[in-house]
Each structure stands twice: as C-alpha cells, then as structure tokens.
C-alpha cells in the first residue's frame, strides 16, 4: 500500500513554489497583525492615561423645599417697578404735551426732527 501520501514527481517545484508564496503571504499578514495589536495596545494606554479624572466633591440630593426664585418677592417687586414706569411715563407725556404747546418750542423740535 505505502504511505498513503505520493506526490508526483514532476510537480514538486510547482508545490513549492505555492508554498514559498503561502508561506511569504502568511509571514507578512503576522508582521501586519502584530504591529496593529502594537498600536491598539498603545492607543488603550494613551486614553487611560490622557482620561481626565473626576472627583465629587458633594453628592447630589432633592431639596425638600424650594430655594429660589421666591414668586411672591418677584410679584411685589414687578407689580413696584410697572407702576413706578407707568407713573414716570404719565408725567413724561404731561410735559412733552406742556412744552408742545408752546409754538417756538415745538418749531425748534420739528426742525429738528426733519434735519434728523
């Protein structure tokens, strides 16, 4: 029987030839691989080192009562302020309207508004 393994003889220089290229193809994939594995190592270094840490400082929990902003502090102080303008307003327009009626004034701020 033998050994169950025969290669023929004329075909051995072409078997070697595809090995040597296998071979070539497998030993240049493995320098390939190992250097990625190289830079990958290297890369999860750099971001464990380059990772900023945070510390607490004071944990966070739910106030029981509301803080701020108070509304009835922001009512009273809104409520002050628009009648304050509304007075402010209501004496500016009397004046405008006094010093209107007076003819030179009002001449000298036509002209002015025109030559505006």
Do not use: C, H
Not at 35 to 40: A, E, F, P, T, V
Not at 75 to 87: A, R, S
């Amino acid at each position: 029987m033998g050994l169950g393994f025969s290669v023929p003889l004329e075909s051995i220089p072409s078997i070697a030839i595809e090995y040597a290229i296998l071979k070539r193809d497998y030993l240049v994939q493995s320098d390939i691989y190992k250097s990625l594995i190289q830079k990958y190592e290297r890369a999860k270094i750099d971001k464990l080192i380059n990772t900023p840490s945070l510390k607490v400082v004071d944990w966070p929990y739910v106030p029981e009562e509301k803080y701020y902003p108070k509304k009835s502090i922001f009512l009273v102080v809104g409520i002050f302020l628009g009648f304050l303008i509304g007075i402010i307003f209501a004496l500016l327009k009397n004046k405008i309207e006094e010093e209107l009626k007076n003819n030179e004034v009002r001449k000298k701020w036509e002209k002015l508004i025109y030559e505006w």
